[in-house]
């Protein structure tokens, strides 16, 4: 028989929707192991002509109109906080000076008005949505831990108090907060509620009364089938998962007369229709364009694109220092050469750049003269040929150290020149500020002399 084979996975299985939950439907079928039950599914031909049936010694139907079978068996759909009133609740809520908050006031009229409909359709199922104190006190209660004698730590017993529940939107005057942003003196309760990552929650318990036939109402037979919990964020978490093509869950009773139970829960939410879909698209195209336009007046039309299929090189120099040259009153004279093929830089640019006339200090045995003159060039480079065989070719830096004398004659000192690199090298090494990398090139007027360019892009 198919049905005996258990499901033992009772862990939680996490969903997450798009859809209100309000239109999540779970179908719950719960019912008592028996004898008969075993029986029922046995082959009609197993059945010899000469057994009695069984159904001869089934009890007569009680006062009620309600047969023992019948109560053993139930299936119900319950949607999302749903309320289905248990015996318990029914006959609580019948008294009116048990009833001690306006939720029980109104729990009290709704059963009234059961009442005078001709009574509750469900027998053994019923639900705790997330308003009703069971929920408080299963959050307060909760363990940690499957350990029969579970000793709750420092942390459990600090966060016990801490519901997460959907919190209500803090009014607004003229754009500020009515609460203070900072509290220099808070309380224990304000650390507690505050001070931990507070996702809003809700909860629904599916629940079954187990009790046996004649004795429903009673909070010790109570057991939970199913936990129901939907954050803000459309994440819902079932525990136990829903049954689909695994087999029943089984629950076993405690007491003197031991009783075996199996539920399955499926989710039978009805599927939304194509022109539901169509609209729901519609309406999410339109809220993403308007989000891009939100996002796009933030940005403004300050902000350059860079044309697909293109790459845009920015270099930020600087020209820092010569050292080793023979005469004194140093300048640099520089300039960036662009390959002929697809690159170009925008008109107002300047490619070249001379920097001020600088007196030599010395430093040990050399004489250093320091510019610190920093440098800027864009260029553009359009892709045509994206192979890998088909690398671009990359802009040259030259340089020339010249120098003044007393008479106003410019003398040239060195020159040299260098290709930028495509990429990082062994060469290069991270500048001081961090803003990429440098290198240092040497133009050189004989082995001691040297200028040193810092680049980063």
């Known amino acids: 028989m198919a049905e005996a084979v258990w499901s033992t996975d009772t862990g939680e299985a996490v969903y997450r929707s798009r859809d209100p939950v309000r239109n999540l439907r779970l179908r719950v079928h719960l019912q008592r192991i028996t004898s008969s039950n075993f029986l029922h599914y046995q082959p009609a031909a197993q059945l010899g002509k000469d057994l009695i049936d069984l159904a ?73 949505t997330d308003s009703d104190r069971y929920t408080n006190l299963e959050e307060h209660c909760q363990k940690m831990t499957t350990a029969a004698s579970e000793v709750p730590s420092f942390l459990v017993e600090r966060m016990a108090n801490v519901r997460r529940r959907r919190q209500d939107r803090r009014g607004m005057e003229g754009g500020i907060l009515k609460s203070r942003i900072v509290t220099w003196e808070p309380s224990e309760e304000f650390i507690r509620n505050s001070h931990v990552i507070n996702t809003p929650l809700q909860t629904m ?29 459309g994440v819902i978490t079932v ?51 308007r989000h891009k336009e939100y996002l796009n007046s933030l940005v403004g039309t300050d902000f350059e694109m860079t044309v697909p299929g293109a790459l845009r090189l920015f270099v930020n120099g600087e020209v820092v220092s010569a050292q080793g040259y023979e005469y004194d009153n140093l300048y640099v004279h520089f300039f960036v050469e662009l390959p002929t093929s697809n690159w170009s830089s925008p008109a107002f640019q300047q490619l070249s750049g001379i920097t001020q006339t600088c007196v030599t200090k010395s430093l040990g ?43 106003q004659r410019y003398r040239v000192e060195g020159y040299g020149a260098v290709v930028l690199p495509a990429t990082p090298g062994p060469s290069w090494s991270r500048v001081p500020s961090g803003k990429g990398c440098g290198v240092c090139w040497t133009v050189w007027k004989d082995s001691a002399s040297r200028v040193l360019f810092t680049v980063c892009w």
């Open 56 to 128: 001869t010694f089934r009890p007569p139907p009680t006062a009620s109109g309600h047969r023992p079978d019948e109560d053993e068996e139930e299936e119900v759909v319950i949607g999302w906080q749903e309320k289905l009133f248990s015996q318990f609740e029914v006959d609580l809520y019948q008294n009116e000076a048990a009833c001690q908050s306006p939720l029980d006031h109104q729990y009290r009229q709704e059963i009234l008005k059961l009442e005078n409909s001709g009574g509750r359709k469900n027998r053994r199922i019923f639900t705790y």
């Open 205 to 233: 318990y599916i629940m079954a009364d187990l009790g046996p036939y004649g004795k429903l109402g009673y909070k010790k037979y109570e057991h939970v089938l199913c936990t129901l919990k939907v954050d803000s964020n």
């Open 239 to 289: 525990k136990p998962d829903f049954t689909g093509l695994k087999g029943p869950y089984r629950i076993e009773t405690e007491g003197e007369k031991q009783e075996l139970w199996k539920y399955t829960i499926d989710n039978v939410s009805s599927l939304a229709q194509p022109e539901e879909e169509e609209r729901e698209q519609r309406v999410f195209k339109d809220l993403y364009g």
């Open 365 to 407: 045995m050399d004489k250093v003269a320091y510019f610190s003159y920093p440098f800027t060039f864009e260029a553009s480079f359009l892709h045509e040929d994206e192979s890998a065989d088909a690398l671009p070719e990359w802009p040259v830096l030259y340089c020339e150290v010249l120098s003044l004398d007393f008479w």
